[in-house]
């Protein structure tokens, strides 16, 4: 089983020899054991505290495997406002939930909790449940309190 200790960004040149899907938790996780796409294991050992991103490139510990990330389909929640300064709202108070979120200019995407459902419901938010990949903002991850 290779070893990846090396996190490289994203780079569309790159010939990358195995494709690693995962989900935002996954995408957190700096020692684990994962499978590729093709079934192979591989070990990280990165950095703690290493958040990979969609298309973010891992590097054997030999240098001789790049492996491409890549953003899982998972189930999330995504939120749409009628109004930015609505969505804007709703994103003060799931901050305020400490909940990962990815932002875009006209929706929030959150893990599915039907509480939190419920109370962007009730501020006059449309969600809806899909399975798409999920891209939380890193902040959140990139401290500890």
């Known amino acids: 089983m290779l070893t990846f200790t090396k996190h490289l960004p994203a780079n569309p040149d790159a010939v990358v020899n195995l494709s690693l899907p995962m989900t935002a938790d996954d995408r957190t996780r700096s020692r684990h054991r ?3 796409d093709t079934g192979e294991s591989l070990h990280l050992s990165l950095p703690r505290g ?4 969609d ?8 240098g001789s495997c790049l492996v491409l990330v890549r953003a899982k389909p998972e189930p999330v929640l995504t939120a749409r406002a009628s109004t930015r300064l609505l969505l804007m709202r709703a994103a003060y108070h799931l901050g305020n939930r400490h909940v990962a979120l990815e932002v875009a200019d006209d929706y929030l995407r959150l893990s599915p909790d039907s509480v939190l459902q419920g ?19 890193i902040g959140a991850y990139a401290h500890s309190h």
């Open 55 to 62: 298309r973010d490139l891992l590097q054997s510990e030999d």
């Open 34 to 36: 994962f499978e590729t």
């Open 50 to 53: 290493t958040v990979l991103r």
């Open 119 to 137: 109370m962007l419901e009730k501020m006059g938010l449309e969600v809806i449940e899909e399975i798409v990949p999920f891209q939380p903002e």
